[in-house]
């Protein structure tokens, strides 16, 4: 091949390499001819026109992050620091708006951030704030996407990721709420507590009721065998007033006889020999006696009528 066609395939190699160029996926290419915008190149193999057209800018289509720290002055004076995290993408069919319209989208969208914070973390109180702040990142949300809709940019989303208050005022805060858990402690052990005693209240007074119950069964027990001991006394000619001061005397032996079991009691015996034992006994005897004539007399009186 003569020279002239070796340089001149050379050209037109050069020529091709210079107006190819390629795209990346979710990026648009901007081409410019002499200062002049002609055309939008997507995403693969282009081709522009060599040494005329230019590759002026890649707009990325990509969702992006733009953290921003805020600090600020709450209703009660106090300053905290906010994390703003704000997502956005450029849209589509506005990547012209978005290139030539906005010079740095990064300070429009963090200069409408501060102007929103500073408006609306004012007007709410410290724990208002930790409260509230989806609302705040919805204020910020709403404001930028009108702004920042008009240079061909989408808020995807605005989030409030982190509020940081003065460590003094962290430190009153922890301390607050330790106050109140203690507070809420105290009374959880109160109630607690009352339940225990009414618990307890109600456990006694129905182990006196059973306790007198069983005193009750006791002595009707006791009763009923001391009318049975006196019916069997009086089939073998025992009186009522003789029985009746044989078992008191029975009983009290017997109940000697109990103390006496327990080897830890301490006990005073007043004279207490046989000849004691029949002087009770014929003291009961003259005792029930009286008694009986007594309601004999009383019972002779009520019945006299009165003469008129």
Request: glycine share 6%; no cysteine; charged share 25%.
């Amino acid at each position: 091949m003569p020279p002239f066609g070796l340089v001149l395939l050379f050209l037109v190699l050069l020529l091709i390499a210079q107006g190819l160029f390629t795209v990346k996926q979710q990026t648009v290419a901007i081409i410019e001819r002499f200062g002049k915008f002609v055309d939008f190149r997507r995403s693969g193999l282009q081709f522009k026109v060599p040494f005329i057209d230019r590759v002026v800018a890649k707009v990325n289509l990509r969702v992006q992050q733009l953290d921003v720290q805020v600090e600020t002055k709450t209703k009660d004076d106090v300053f905290v620091h906010l994390k703003v995290s704000v997502q956005f993408r450029v849209i589509p069919d506005s990547v012209y708006d978005a290139y030539y319209k906005l010079d740095n989208p990064y300070e429009q969208i963090n200069s409408y951030i501060f102007d929103t914070v500073r408006a609306e973390v004012p007007k709410m109180r410290l724990d208002d704030v930790f409260e509230r702040k989806d609302d705040i990142a919805h204020a910020i949300q709403d404001e930028l996407g009108e702004a920042m809709g008009e240079y061909g940019y989408r808020i995807v989303k605005a989030l409030v990721t982190d509020i940081d208050p003065a460590a003094e005022v962290k430190t009153a805060m922890n301390r607050i709420n330790a106050a109140e858990r203690i507070k809420v402690a105290a009374e959880y052990e109160g109630e607690a507590e009352r339940i225990r005693i009414v618990a307890k209240a109600t456990a006694e007074a129905e182990s006196k009721r059973l306790q007198g119950q069983g005193i009750a069964d006791q002595r009707r027990e006791i009763a009923r065998g001391i009318e049975d001991s006196v019916e069997s006394l009086n089939k073998v000619g025992i009186n009522s007033q003789e029985a009746s001061a044989l078992i008191v005397v029975t009983q009290h032996y017997d109940t000697l006889q109990s103390i006496g079991e327990n080897t830890g009691s301490n006990l005073i015996l007043l004279p207490n020999s046989p000849n004691s034992a029949n002087d009770m006994l014929t003291t009961m005897l003259a005792s029930f006696t009286a008694s009986a004539k007594i309601g004999e007399l009383s019972k002779a009186k009520g019945l006299e009528k009165p003469k008129k």
